[in-house]
């Protein structure tokens, strides 16, 4: 099969086409040939060597596919109501940026009814991260609020629909207005352009003082001070990255004055069954709503995975650049 490695640390074009071999789907697992595959930012920390690979995973790239099944584990199989010929999208430990893709049947879910595999790419990762961390971790209700930093990200994207189509208000962060823009255009009840106003005194203006009642960081370091400084009595904090550091200095006294919950979690190195619960969940309480129509595929830009220039290496530039608007997928 094709492929996309990483040759060695580095910049984009450390990304290469190659040759390897067909993997092999075993117990509980399956085989997809791969339509079009989702680039996200742990493969870029991937590829700089920031993000170690887990024991067993694949040493390519690439944490979520879309495409159709070619063989598995006929019992996982069944037990999943998937077959053979079937289309689904699924979320990978790595080895998405190739022809062919080893996932465990667990962690599949059927491509939405209407949507493109290149839409269904799009969806593994950032789904599964804001259903776990969102509305799992950070237990956001009907009617409470939410601030999510960094709102045209994929994942960004994903927290405004999902939150809005389940009843909550949104307020998200950008850093242009035409950013803000965006993140209305999608849903966001408020958006602040966090270069120009202090999204913390914003955010605690829109919620007349209260504060927000959960916060999506995907940034950390100085953020999670001010963070705390809106958040709601008994809000909940979620970190998901550290783009802005890993250390921060906070206010311990308003935490426990407004019993406050400070918490964080990464996806890529859980085990099956914990991908496999959330996998469920989306099913039965997301997936309707993409079927519906009442969350939408948001697709940037979408480029070939091998060819001259390389698509992939493209892509990650585009990802590096933080101008996109939405998810970043490559084609196979």
């Not at 960081?217 to 809106?230: H, T």
């Not at 990464?266 to 519906?292: D, G, H, N």
């Amino acid at each position: 099969m094709k492929a996309i490695e990483i040759t060695s640390f580095g910049a984009p074009d450390v990304l290469r086409a190659v040759e390897r071999p067909d993997p092999v789907a075993g117990e509980g697992e399956l085989l997809i040939r791969v339509a079009a595959s989702g680039v996200n930012r742990p493969d870029v920390l991937q590829r700089t060597g920031n993000y170690p690979v887990p024991p067993g995973a694949s040493d390519l790239p690439g944490l979520e596919v879309a495409g159709t099944i070619v063989a598995g584990d006929a019992k996982a199989l069944a037990e999943a109501g998937l077959a053979v010929g079937d289309r689904v999208c699924a979320l990978v430990a790595g080895g998405g940026y190739a022809e062919l893709c080893v996932a465990p049947v667990a962690q599949c879910l059927p491509v939405p009814e209407g949507w493109s595999d290149t839409e269904a790419a799009s969806l593994p990762e950032t789904f599964f991260t804001v259903w776990s961390n969102v509305f799992e971790r950070g237990r956001l209700q009907k009617g409470e609020t939410l601030l999510v930093q960094g709102g045209t990200s994929g994942i960004g994207v994903t927290a405004i629909q999902l939150a809005k189509a389940l009843g909550a208000t949104v307020i998200a962060t950008a850093g242009s207005d035409e950013k803000c823009a965006a993140c209305l255009q999608l849903g966001a009840d408020h958006a602040i352009n966090y270069r120009t106003a202090d999204f913390a005194a914003e955010a605690k203006a829109l919620t007349g003082g209260k504060g927000v009642d959960v916060i999506l960081d995907m940034v950390a370091g100085a953020y999670v001070a001010r963070e705390i400084e809106c958040l709601a009595e008994d809000g909940r904090l979620v970190i998901i990255g550290v783009q802005g550091g890993l250390k921060a200095e906070i206010n311990a006294g308003l935490v426990l004055r407004r019993r406050l919950t400070v918490t964080g979690s990464t996806l890529r190195p859980r085990p099956i069954a914990f991908k496999a619960a959330i996998a469920q969940a989306l099913r039965a309480k997301v997936w309707p709503l993409l079927a519906s129509g009442a969350v939408k595929p948001v697709v940037h830009s979408v480029f070939a995975a091998v060819g001259e220039p390389s698509g992939a290496a493209q892509a990650h530039v585009l990802m590096e650049s933080n101008q996109h608007i939405g998810k970043i997928v490559l084609t196979w």
